[in-house]
């Protein structure tokens, strides 16, 4: 119950397209929702986060998508661009005005072709 | 304002071996988090620091412990290494009790046991 499921594994998408991230969760204490952006070699670095009393946040070409009855939350990367190659990471934890232990999804490494 | 800083960047034990990995939180957070990431894998928690306190720990065995210090700089400390603490470590820095839950990670220490 304290899984969050990620898919797909693996993502090749052509410059200019949408890159999209999918993640499920079952705990539904989990009241926060970040998003991960890992190159090679480096720490993770947060990208955006949404709480499940919106159900989209949108920061410049990033937008979370987020159904709270399916328990299921999304990223979407419009405009890909080859720089935003790396490996993403959903997640979730309880408390969201507070920082609680982050559970993270298996990850996707995204390919952008130019 | 500093970020999140970790040291060393680097380290090679031999299975038997203790280890101390250290970090330095984000200017003005007062709560550290530690999570071992494995190869290919997300980061997993291993515990939580606030008040120089463990507050939270995840699946893992007591030969994982840290401290925090009043200038909520935090140590990991494994003992006993085994082949399979080969990951990278990472710590985040964090705001407990301001309201906020995001947590911003350092760049990891790479720790290889042999």
């Known amino acids: 119950q304290q899984q969050v499921k990620q898919s797909p594994q693996s993502l090749i998408v052509q410059k200019g397209g949408i890159s999209i991230i999918n993640c499920a969760y079952e705990?539904?204490?989990?009241?926060?929702f970040p998003w991960y952006q890992q190159f090679p070699g480096k720490g993770p670095a947060l990208l955006i986060a949404?709480?499940?009393?919106?159900s989209e946040k949108k920061e410049g070409r990033f937008t979370i998508s987020f159904n709270k009855s399916a328990k299921q939350f999304s990223l979407h990367i419009m405009d890909s661009q080859p720089g935003d190659s790396a490996t993403y990471f959903c997640a979730a934890s309880i408390g969201s005005s507070n920082t609680g232990k982050l559970i993270f999804g298996q990850g996707t490494t995204l390919q952008v072709k130019p | 304002e500093t970020g999140v800083t970790q040291s060393p960047t680097h380290l090679i034990k031999t299975r038997g071996q203790q280890v101390t990995l250290r970090c330095s939180s984000q200017?003005?957070?007062?709560?550290v988090s530690w999570y071992q990431q494995a190869l290919g894998q997300g980061p997993q928690f291993i515990f939580q620091?606030?008040?120089?306190?463990?507050?939270g720990r995840g699946n893992f065995p007591p030969r994982f412990s840290g401290l925090q210090f009043p200038n909520y700089s935090s140590e990991l400390n494994v003992n006993a290494l085994e082949l399979d603490d080969s990951a990278l470590y990472l710590c985040?820095?964090?705001?407990?009790?301001?309201?906020?839950?995001?947590?911003?990670f350092g760049p990891g220490t790479r720790l290889t046991v042999t």
């Open positions: 705990n539904t204490a989990f009241d926060y």
């Open positions: 949404i709480r499940p009393d919106v």
């Open positions: 620091y606030y008040r120089e306190e463990e507050n």
């Open positions: 985040a820095s964090s705001s407990k009790g301001q309201g906020r839950a995001e947590q911003y």
């Open positions: 200017s003005g957070h007062n709560t």
